[in-house]
């Protein structure tokens, strides 16, 4: 069983630890937590302790916990060092090597990997000394959960709130490399590709890469080492995993080349079809109200190469279909021509799905159709990942 250390920081967002501590052991792993004072000012150790079901750590001087297990046993006892939320103070103290209290004393003692989930204001994230230390403990290999946008308990709009704690579950599952897929290698297609007109305009689509983004976290979250492919998106990067960025599908075809051979591939990213033969400058009206011709070409067909049968064919490769119109005839012919063992359909007519944050599909398979339900793109993700498990393919 793995084990971490938890260790709580002072800040409104220290209730959602308790939450990260109930996933975290419905997940199978162990949490030892540690509360600093100003943790305390924000959840009782009664109710850590509850969900730990072991003795919270709070003092440094104290005779009893040190005749138990001294801190420096402490701080070496877990696999993984979580500081959630981590406060600015704390890493502040992180930064420069500070130890006055228990929770700073055991990080500058510890020879385990840290992870931490920043929560505060928005202009304490955002203030030169936060962004400071924080370069400087990524560059000591300190490990990050970036945290989310949005309203803040404060009434400020902006980065800062603590990232959700399944989001921290899947960062802590990834850093400790554990899960059933450890030792496999998945590639994963996400977001939109854009491809040039001309060196100011470009074609694309609405595609966010929510559901590509969220399938690499949850396969990293299994303990797959997993190389993400993605287009233009406005998301944070993915913990734990390899990020290319691409722009074109040409570019994006490459990189999956490149990045063969894999155990798994999965196809999310809604590519373009057709690309333009882009011109050396902007395209100009010329007075005549004909517009300019785009000469399409087709693009190579990144899904249909990858399933390819050969030695380099993943064991298991996954298509999305996106469809406005007889979604399983459409999405059922398009596994056939594609080559691949499943297909995600989606029905993309409706205007929610794609950019949105729910997604409505059926999972066609060897075996037959299944309709899924209206979920979040995050746990769609959670369950396509556990059906990939549940195959055992590697068993
Ligand atoms: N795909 C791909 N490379 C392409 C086109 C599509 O890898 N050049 C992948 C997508 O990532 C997706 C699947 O193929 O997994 C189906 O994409 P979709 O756009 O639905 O289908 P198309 O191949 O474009 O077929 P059609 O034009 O008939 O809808």
Redesign the pocket.
């Known amino acids: 069983m793995k084990r971490i250390l938890l260790i709580v920081s002072g800040g409104i967002a220290a209730y959602k630890a308790l939450e990260l501590v109930r996933l975290a052991t419905k997940s199978g792993l162990a949490v030892t937590a540690v509360l600093t004072e100003a943790g305390k000012q924000f959840v009782t150790p009664l109710s850590l302790q509850a969900l730990t079901g072991t003795k919270i750590y709070q003092d440094l001087f104290s005779l009893t916990d040190e005749s138990e297990m001294g801190h420096i046993e402490l701080s070496r006892a877990a696999d993984l060092v979580v500081v959630a939320p981590a406060t600015a103070n704390i890493l502040a103290k992180m930064a420069g090597g500070l130890a006055d209290d228990l929770a700073s004393t055991l990080l500058l003692a510890t020879d385990k990997p840290v992870l931490v989930a920043p929560a505060m204001n928005v202009r304490m994230w955002q203030h030169q000394a936060t962004q400071a230390n924080i370069a400087t403990l990524q560059k000591r290999g300190i490990l990050l959960v970036q945290p989310d946008e949005g309203p803040m308990a404060c009434g400020e709009f902006g980065p800062g709130r603590l990232a959700e704690p399944q989001a921290i579950l899947t960062a802590i599952q990834a850093a400790l490399n554990h899960g059933p897929l450890k030792g496999k290698h998945a590639i994963v ?1 996400s977001g939109p590709t854009h491809e040039p007109i001309d060196p100011v305009r470009y074609l694309a689509n609405r595609s966010s890469g929510k559901q590509g983004h969220a399938i690499a976290a949850a396969l990293a979250a299994q303990g797959a080492r997993v190389t993400l492919i993605s287009g233009p998106v406005n998301l944070p990067a993915p913990f734990g995993l390899e990020l290319v960025k691409v722009e074109t ?1 040409r570019e ?2 490459d990189a999956v080349q490149a990045a063969l051979p894999a155990d798994i591939a999965i ?7 057709w690309h333009v033969e882009a011109a050396a400058q902007k395209l100009k009206k010329d007075g005549s109200g004909t517009p300019p011709a785009l000469n399409l070409s ?9 399933s390819k049968p050969g030695p380099q064919r993943p064991r298991l490769v ?6 406005t119109e007889k979604l399983q005839e ?1 999405a059922t012919a ?1 596994r056939a021509r ?1 080559g ?1 063992d499943w ?1 995600v359909a989606n029905n993309v007519g409706e205007t929610s799905i794609m950019g949105g944050d729910e997604n409505e599909v059926l999972l066609i398979t060897q075996t037959g159709v299944e309709t899924w339900p209206r979920q979040s793109k995050t746990v769609l993700a959670q369950k396509l990942v556990e059906k990939i498990v549940a195959l055992r393919l590697w068993n």
């Open positions: 297609t599908t994006m075809y196809c999310a990213a809604a590519v373009a079809d087709e693009n190579p067909d990144i899904l249909a190469s990858i996954i298509g999305f279909a996106a469809e459409h398009k594609k691949c297909i």
